[in-house]
Structure formats: structure tokens, C-alpha cells
């Protein structure tokens, strides 16, 4: 069993309400700071303060999508964001003055230090009065997004599924189950779609708002900032976007006509494009939620001890809710616990191929919460997205070694990596769909929700819109956008996948060439947190930080040679 690391400066029991937590902020604001000694310990005085308040707010979020109809668990969540963050903010950001005007901040060190002063200069620079109630507004919006994707379902041959369950008859080896699976999941998602575009409207002139506060142009230059991305520009997305378009595109144009060729279609429509093409069964590598933690426990535990053992402690103490059900919010998530040092886990299970994946993405992701827990300050552990994707996708690829306790049948085993490899390869298009439409997005704040549409549909088609013909299905393929919950819940947050699938290939690629070092250096990589800047994180992690299109290409031929050796 686990616990929560022993406060040696807020009160053991402290209740979250802000007459609670006022005086602590005070007397930080206030205190004397007479050594370099006084100063750092300052800093963990602050740090532990900030865990306990991001460990409260993760268990609010939890339980908020765990359970998206309790109106209890929602005002809960809302409390926080309406009546502590809005309070918080302000005074934080006298403290991030207090720290940088600091006559002994030069004394610090500044190998521990680099990273962190950098982020504290930028929210300084960034910070704005004006913007505090926004961002308020913000996180109560944004959270509808779960509330109206939760309640979706849809009932198939009398009985009633939540999407991602329904989805598991895209997979069916009989065309006509898997359209109307398809059709089903597809109208029910459209009955919202003026909901949706209503949300999305608002939080668009909200975020607009916030970087016209800050003294950007547009909502994207400002998340640039916002986002820390100190090592590439739009410049750079837009040139990784044409390497996919040119390198990859082209591999999965192949394997579609594969697809259609197998299958005997004159064209694939999308319920086509996730059945398997051998004619078999999809693949049921668990039968329930709880036969996925232990396989988990067990695949991890191959790969090395330590790994096994981070996901039996967070078993034994209750920190997974793996199956879908109505009424859950959609997608998956590992949420740290800043105080605990552990995380929860939180998925979509219906018992597929892809909930195995997740899972060890998660996974990862669960590793390096742990493996960053005892660096002493909190915001040490805030790693970038760039840095935090490249732990779980490593995981994907990395776990594939020990896959054997999920598939007892060789032939299984091969065709779960083939399907691993292509999913990798079709992460990228995807990536590049999505970050180029927000781009487009938010550098073009005043458009109207026709042209939204007519937008994706034109940054889409370069990338094969799936590889489907969706004549017939305009309005769905219009509104594909709307399913993915980053663009309503964390604006921007998507390059990394992309950056970070590059990555974990390259981490895959030394694992296959040496597996000791190369999760030895994967480790050594995830235990540095946010210590050091993204090129040397990757460095320790035995790659480079680089999208280029020479490197797009280089593995993704390594990947398309791997996917050869699978083949039957």
C-alpha cells in the first residue's frame, strides 16, 4: 500500500477552501529570504503546497469523469475552478516574482535549476489579470465536452452500448453487422453535432480572447509560448506535416489497396477499415478489465521487475477504472498524483486489441510518475508533452517483447505486432490532420462553422481521409473533427503524439538492437522529469529530437521493414 509523502510545512489535514489556504500563501508571499539555503527551501515549501493542491484537483477530475452524471461530483470539480484556481493565480504570480527577484536566484544551480527558471520567466511574461476569469470560464466549458460525449450510446440488436463498445462490431468479419455499427455510432454522434459546434464556438472566442489579453495575434502563437516550445515553431509543424503527407501517406495508400484487394471491395468504406483482412476474428487478447490489469501486471513485470511492480501497487491500492460504461467520460488517461506519487488510470475497456494498447501506453505513462515521484520540486515532474508521449509510446512498442502473455498463439502474436506497426504508421496522418487544423483554427478566429467544416475536409484529403470512400457519409466525415476531445480539452496538445511516435520508434529500434541498454537508457531518460530541456531528455533516452523529413523517412522504412518481417 502507498500513502501520501509526510508534509513538513502545510497542515497535515488541510481542508481545500481558500480562507484554508490563504495564510499559507501569505506567509510565502511575505517570508524573508536571507541565503541561497532559505531561498531552496523556500521553493519545497511551495512545491509541497502546489502537490496537495494538484492532487485534490486530480481526484476531483477523477471522479468527475468517472461518473459524468452526478451533479455532486461535477460542482465539486467546478468549485475548484471557479472559486480556488481564479484565487491562486494571482498571488502565484507574485511569487514567481518574488523567486526571480531574488538576489540569490544567480547562486542556485544551474544545472538543476536551467529548465525551471526559463518556465517561471515564461509565465511571467505571459501572465495577464484580464485572464484570470477567462480561463475560469474555460475549464467549466471545456468540461461539457465530457458530459455530452459521455451520455452517448446506441442500441444494437435490442441491446444498449456505449460507443466504444459498439465499436467493437467495427471489427466483425460479417460487412453488414459493421456498418450498422458504423451507421449507429456515426448518428448518434451527429445528433450532437450542433451542441458541439456551439461548445466549441464559445471556448474559440474565449481562447482568442486570452491571447489577444497577452498581446498575441492568434490563440496558436500563444500556445506556442504557453505550451513551452522553446525547440520548434509553426515553421517546423507545417514541414513535419509535408514530410508525413510525402513519406507516409504514401505506405498506408498501399495498405488500403491491400485492404480492398483482400476483401474483395471496389472501394472501402470506413467500416471497413478495422476489420482484420485475413477473414479471422478480431483479436481478444482479455476477456474483462480486470484480466487486463493482470496481464499488464505480467507483461510489464517481464519486461523487468520494476515495471511490474509500479502497476501491482497501483492494483493494490484501488488506482484503475478500465471498463466502459454509460454515463463514463470517453478516452483514457494516467492522472499523477502529485503528493501520492502514484497515478490513476483511467480507460474505455470493451475487451479489444486496442484497449491492450492503451493500457501499455497508459502504462508508461503510470512508469514515469512513479519514476520521477522523489525529485524535489513538484513542477520537476511537469514534464512536456514532447517528453511524457515519448514514455507511453516507447511502452507500445518496447511491451511488444513480452506481448505473449496476452496471445498464446504464435500466429496471434504476429498478427497483434503487424496491427501495432500499422497503427503507428497511421498515428502520423492523423497527427498532422489534427494539428494542422487547429492551426488553421486559430489563425482564423472570425470563420464561420461552415468553413470550419469545409477546412477539415480540405486539410483531410491530402492525408487519405482514412484511405475510405465516404461517399454518401459527407456530414460524418464534415464532422469527424468533433470526435476528438483534444481540440475541445487541451487546444494544441496533439504535434507531440507525432514528435513523440518518431521518438518511440527510435527507442523501439535500439531496444530490438540492444534491449538491457536500451530500456536502461529509456529509464534513465523518464527519471530526469523535467530537468533538463527536451534535446538532452531524448539524448539520455539514446535518440535524437528531431521530425525532419529525413528522419520521418528513415524510420518509417525501418518500421515498413519490420512490418515485413510479420508477414505470413
Not at 508534509?7 to 511575505?30: G, M
Not at 460479417?174 to 459546434?197: G, H, M, P, S, V
Not at 496481464?295 to 519486461?303: D, P, R, T
Not at 530526469?528 to 531524448?538: A, M, N, V
Request: proline share 4%; hydrophobic share 40%.
Amino acid at each position: 500500500m502507498i500513502a501520501k509523502k509526510p508534509r513538513t510545512y502545510i497542515p497535515k489535514n488541510l481542508e481545500v477552501k481558500w480562507e484554508n489556504l490563504d495564510p499559507i500563501f501569505q506567509e510565502l508571499q511575505n517570508r524573508e529570504i536571507n541565503s541561497v539555503e532559505d531561498l531552496e527551501n523556500w521553493l519545497r515549501n511551495r512545491s509541497e503546497l502546489e502537490a496537495a493542491l494538484e492532487e485534490d484537483f486530480a481526484w476531483r477530475y477523477i471522479k468527475m469523469t468517472c461518473d459524468t452524471n452526478s451533479e455532486k461530483l461535477l460542482q465539486d470539480f467546478q468549485y475548484f475552478a471557479t472559486e480556488i484556481e481564479p484565487k491562486i493565480a494571482p498571488i502565484a504570480n507574485e511569487l514567481n516574482k518574488k523567486f526571480i527577484n531574488s538576489p540569490y536566484l544567480e547562486n542556485l544551480d544551474p544545472h538543476t535549476y536551467f529548465v525551471y527558471i526559463r518556465g517561471i520567466k515564461k509565465a511571467l511574461e505571459l501572465f495577464r489579470e484580464e485572464n484570470i476569469p477567462l480561463f475560469t470560464e474555460i475549464q467549466v466549458e471545456q468540461q461539457k465536452y465530457q458530459s455530452i460525449t459521455g451520455a452517448m450510446s446506441v442500441t444494437l440488436d435490442g441491446k444498449e452500448y456505449t460507443l466504444e463498445q459498439a465499436s467493437v462490431f467495427l471489427k466483425d468479419t460479417d460487412r453488414a453487422k459493421r456498418q450498422q455499427a458504423w451507421e449507429a455510432i456515426t448518428k448518434r454522434r451527429l445528433q450532437d453535432k450542433d451542441k458541439l459546434d456551439e461548445l466549441f464556438n464559445g471556448l474559440l472566442k474565449l481562447r482568442h480572447q486570452v491571447a489577444k489579453n497577452a498581446g498575441f495575434e492568434n490563440f496558436r502563437d500563444y500556445m506556442f509560448q504557453a505550451l513551452g516550445r522553446f525547440d520548434y515553431t509553426p515553421h517546423d509543424c507545417y514541414k513535419f506535416h509535408e514530410a508525413i503527407e510525402r513519406d507516409i501517406v504514401p505506405i498506408l495508400y498501399q495498405q488500403a489497396e491491400a485492404r480492398k484487394k483482400a476483401l474483395q471491395l471496389e472501394s472501402l468504406k470506413p467500416w471497413d477499415m478495422d476489420v482484420d483482412i485475413s477473414g479471422k476474428p478480431a483479436l481478444k487478447p482479455f476477456n474483462s478489465g480486470q484480466e487486463l490489469i493482470d496481464k499488464s501486471i505480467a507483461c510489464f513485470e517481464a519486461l523487468g521487475p520494476y515495471l511490474g511492480e509500479r502497476l501491482k501497487i497501483m492494483k493494490a491500492n484501488s488506482l484503475f477504472d478500465v471498463e466502459s460504461r454509460k454515463g463514463k467520460a470517453p478516452g483514457g488517461y494516467n492522472y499523477p498524483l502529485a503528493e501520492t506519487g502514484a497515478p490513476f488510470i483511467f480507460m474505455n475497456s470493451a475487451n479489444t486489441f486496442r484497449d491492450l494498447t492503451t493500457m501499455v501506453h497508459e502504462g508508461g505513462h503510470a512508469v514515469h510518475t512513479f519514476i520521477t515521484a522523489d525529485l524535489e520540486l513538484n513542477d520537476f515532474k511537469h514534464c512536456p508533452s514532447e517528453v511524457a508521449e515519448l514514455a507511453s509510446m516507447s511502452m507500445e512498442l518496447i511491451s511488444m517483447d513480452k506481448w505473449d502473455v496476452f496471445f498464446y498463439n504464435e500466429a496471434d502474436l504476429k498478427r497483434a505486432k503487424r496491427d501495432q506497426l500499422k497503427d503507428v504508421l497511421k498515428t502520423l496522418p492523423w497527427v498532422a490532420v489534427v494539428d494542422q487544423f487547429q492551426h488553421w483554427i486559430y489563425t482564423n478566429p472570425d470563420h464561420t462553422t461552415g468553413e470550419r467544416r469545409e477546412a477539415w475536409k480540405q486539410i483531410f484529403e491530402p492525408f487519405g481521409e482514412n484511405f475510405a470512400d465516404w461517399t454518401g457519409y459527407e456530414e460524418a466525415l464534415e464532422n469527424l473533427w468533433q470526435k476528438q476531445l483534444h481540440i475541445f480539452e487541451v487546444p494544441f496538445y496533439y504535434i507531440e503524439y507525432g514528435i513523440a511516435q518518431l521518438g518511440a520508434i527510435a527507442v523501439w529500434k535500439n531496444y530490438k538492437e540492444n534491449p538491457q541498454e536500451a530500456l536502461s537508457n529509456y529509464l534513465a531518460a523518464l527519471k530526469l522529469g523535467y530537468t533538463k530541456t527536451i534535446k538532452e531528455i531524448y539524448e539520455t533516452a539514446g535518440i535524437k529530437f528531431d521530425f525532419s523529413a529525413v528522419y520521418v523517412k528513415q524510420l518509417a522504412d525501418f518500421v515498413k521493414a519490420e512490418l515485413a518481417k510479420l508477414e505470413d
